[in-house]
C-alpha cells in the first residue's frame, strides 16, 4: 500500500529565505506524486505533479520539486519565501496502475515572518 | 468559469439528525470523491464515483452515505451514526479514474455539532 510522510508539522522561515518541505514516500510500483496547497478555510489547489519523465518538476507559485526515487522524497521547495505563501502544505502518491486512490500526508503548515 | 461548488459552507447538526451537503461540479468530469479533514490528520477519503449511477466506499465510510444519480451532483449525507461528525468536509472530482488525472477541489463545507 502506498503512503506519505511528511516530517514536521511546521516549518517557519522568513521572507525572502528558502522554503524547503520534506515529503517520503513508500510504495510498491513507481509513484505518481503530487504537491496541493490549502489556504485556510478554502479547498485545495494543486501546486505540482510528478508522473514520469523529468525528475525535477515545476509549479506554480514559483514552487519545484524532485522526484529522488533512491531516496524515496518528494521535496517541496521554493528559493525565496513570500508572505503569501503562508498555508499548509499537502503531499500526496497514487499508485500509477489501475483506479488508486490518492493517499495524503499529514500536512505542512508553513509559517512566513516579516 | 467551471468548477465545484459545495455548500452550505458551514452546517450544524443537532444530535441524531441527518445532514447533506451539497457538491455540484460543471466540470463534465466522471469521476468525483469526498474526503474528511481533521487538524493533523490529512484528508481520507469517505466515498468515491468512478461513473454516475456507481459509487464505492472508500477508507472510513461507516455513518456516511452519498448518491450519484447526475454526473454533475454527488451529495453526502451524514448520518446519525456518525458519532464525530465535526470536521471539514471537501468534494473533488477528476475527468475519471484514471490515474494521471488531477483532483480538482471545491471550498470545502465545515459541519460542527451543537
Known amino acids: 500500500a502506498q503512503s506519505v510522510t511528511q516530517l514536521g508539522s511546521h516549518v517557519s522561515v522568513s521572507e525572502g529565505a528558502l522554503v524547503l518541505l520534506r515529503c517520503n514516500y513508500s510504495?510498491?510500483?513507481?509513484?505518481?506524486l503530487f504537491w496541493y496547497v490549502q489556504y485556510p478555510n478554502q479547498g485545495l489547489q494543486l501546486l505540482l505533479k510528478?508522473?514520469?519523465?523529468?525528475?525535477l518538476v515545476k509549479g506554480i507559485n514559483g514552487f519545484e520539486a524532485e522526484f529522488k526515487k533512491s531516496e524515496t522524497s518528494f521535496h517541496l521547495t521554493k528559493p525565496s519565501a513570500h508572505m503569501s505563501d503562508a498555508a499548509e502544505y499537502f503531499c500526496?502518491?497514487?499508485?500509477?496502475?489501475?483506479?488508486?486512490?490518492?493517499?495524503f500526508g499529514t500536512g505542512t503548515r508553513l509559517l512566513v515572518s516579516p | 468559469d467551471g468548477g465545484i461548488t459545495q455548500s452550505p459552507k458551514y452546517l450544524f447538526r443537532k444530535e441524531g439528525q441527518n445532514v447533506t451537503l451539497s457538491c455540484e461540479q460543471n466540470?463534465?468530469?466522471?469521476?468525483m470523491y469526498w474526503y474528511r479533514q481533521d487538524p493533523g490528520q490529512g484528508l481520507r477519503l469517505i466515498y468515491y464515483?468512478?461513473?454516475?449511477?456507481?459509487?464505492q466506499k472508500g477508507d472510513i465510510a461507516e455513518g456516511y452515505s452519498v448518491s450519484r444519480e447526475k454526473k454533475e451532483s454527488f451529495p453526502l449525507t451524514v448520518t446519525s451514526a456518525q458519532k464525530n461528525p465535526t470536521a471539514f468536509y471537501l468534494c473533488?472530482?477528476?475527468?475519471?479514474?484514471?490515474?494521471?488525472?488531477?483532483?480538482?477541489f471545491g471550498a470545502g463545507t465545515r459541519l460542527s455539532v451543537l
Open positions: 473533488a472530482s477528476s475527468i475519471d479514474w484514471g490515474t494521471k488525472n488531477i483532483q480538482y
Open positions: 510504495s510498491s510500483v513507481p509513484p505518481y
Open positions: 510528478y508522473t514520469t519523465g523529468a525528475t
Open positions: 500526496a502518491v497514487k499508485r500509477n496502475t489501475g483506479f488508486q486512490k490518492l493517499v
Open positions: 466540470l463534465n468530469h466522471d469521476a
Open positions: 464515483s468512478q461513473i454516475v449511477n456507481d459509487f
